[in-house]
DNA sequence: TGAATGATGCGCT
DNA sequence: GCGCATCATTCAT
């Protein structure tokens, strides 16, 4: 055993402004020890959403059953169901009582590629996560991986320094209001983008 | 190559 | 009932 696995990002990497935060997480893993196998992706997009000022953010029209994750403490998931067919998967940022959160938009896959692919019609491994319903449809998460703990080992991004020489910043996408803030962040080398 | 649209279920007004 | 942090397909340019 002399090769180190690299260990989860701590509560704290979570609990900071979003906007520290949401960069961040750009190149870093996310794993998820799926009841199929662990599946693995580099994370190449993500967007801020921002409590109850901003008006795309779930929290802006206060706490419901839906959206009180975001309410609670950081380092936890959020995911949603939307358009009758997909799933969303957020990190939860920001001390406990301030709702905000990241949604993750796109990735490239890294582990259990065969299994993502089963559960896609498109095998290509550059559009098989580009798109935050199609990484949640690949990784398999619903509303029962709503509210997982991001510190414990069932889903966790891992703790492991990596450059993203190209980062570019733009307004979010899939809204109608809060489209002037430029919260959304991606890798501009990498082929997995959802839209450029 | 971009715009329009249907699929489809649920949370919230 | 309406609208939604989407996607794949269809149709127009």
Same mark, same amino acid.
């Given at each position: 055993m002399n090769k180190k696995k690299p260990s989860k990002l701590p509560r704290s990497f979570y609990d900071r402004p979003t906007l520290e935060v949401a960069p961040e997480l750009l190149g870093k893993y996310i794993v998820?020890?799926?009841?199929?196998?662990i599946l693995s992706?580099?994370?190449?997009?993500?967007? &801020?959403?921002?409590? #109850?000022?901003?008006?795309?953010?779930?929290?802006?029209r206060g706490r419901t059953e839906r959206n009180s994750v975001m309410f609670g403490p950081?380092?936890?998931s959020y995911i949603y169901f939307i358009y009758g067919m997909y799933h969303c998967l957020n990190f939860v940022t920001e001390p406990e009582g301030k709702p905000a959160a990241v949604l993750l938009r796109a990735a490239e896959p890294v582990a259990g590629l065969d299994i993502m692919q089963q559960r896609s019609t498109n095998s290509n491994p550059d559009t098989l996560l580009n798109g935050p319903g199609?990484?949640?449809? &690949?990784?398999?998460? #619903?509303?029962s991986e709503n509210n997982l703990d991001l510190t414990a080992d069932r889903l966790y991004l891992e703790n492991r320094?990596?450059?993203?020489?190209?980062?570019?910043?733009?307004?979010?996408?899939?809204?109608?209001?809060g489209t002037e803030k430029l919260w959304r962040f991606y890798d501009g080398d990498s082929p997995s983008v959802s839209r450029r």
């Amino acid at each position: 055993m002399n090769k180190k696995k690299p260990s989860k990002l701590p509560r704290s990497f979570y609990d900071r402004p979003t906007l520290e935060v949401a960069p961040e997480l750009l190149g870093k893993y996310i794993v998820y020890h799926s009841p199929d196998g662990i599946l693995s992706a580099r994370i190449v997009e993500v967007e &801020a959403y921002i409590g #109850t000022d901003d008006p795309a953010c779930h929290a802006s029209r206060g706490r419901t059953e839906r959206n009180s994750v975001m309410f609670g403490p950081p380092g936890y998931s959020y995911i949603y169901f939307i358009y009758g067919m997909y799933h969303c998967l957020n990190f939860v940022t920001e001390p406990e009582g301030k709702p905000a959160a990241v949604l993750l938009r796109a990735a490239e896959p890294v582990a259990g590629l065969d299994i993502m692919q089963q559960r896609s019609t498109n095998s290509n491994p550059d559009t098989l996560l580009n798109g935050p319903g199609k990484f949640c449809r &690949a990784f398999g998460l #619903t509303r029962s991986e709503n509210n997982l703990d991001l510190t414990a080992d069932r889903l966790y991004l891992e703790n492991r320094q990596e450059n993203v020489k190209n980062i570019v910043q733009t307004k979010r996408i899939g809204i109608r209001t809060g489209t002037e803030k430029l919260w959304r962040f991606y890798d501009g080398d990498s082929p997995s983008v959802s839209r450029r």
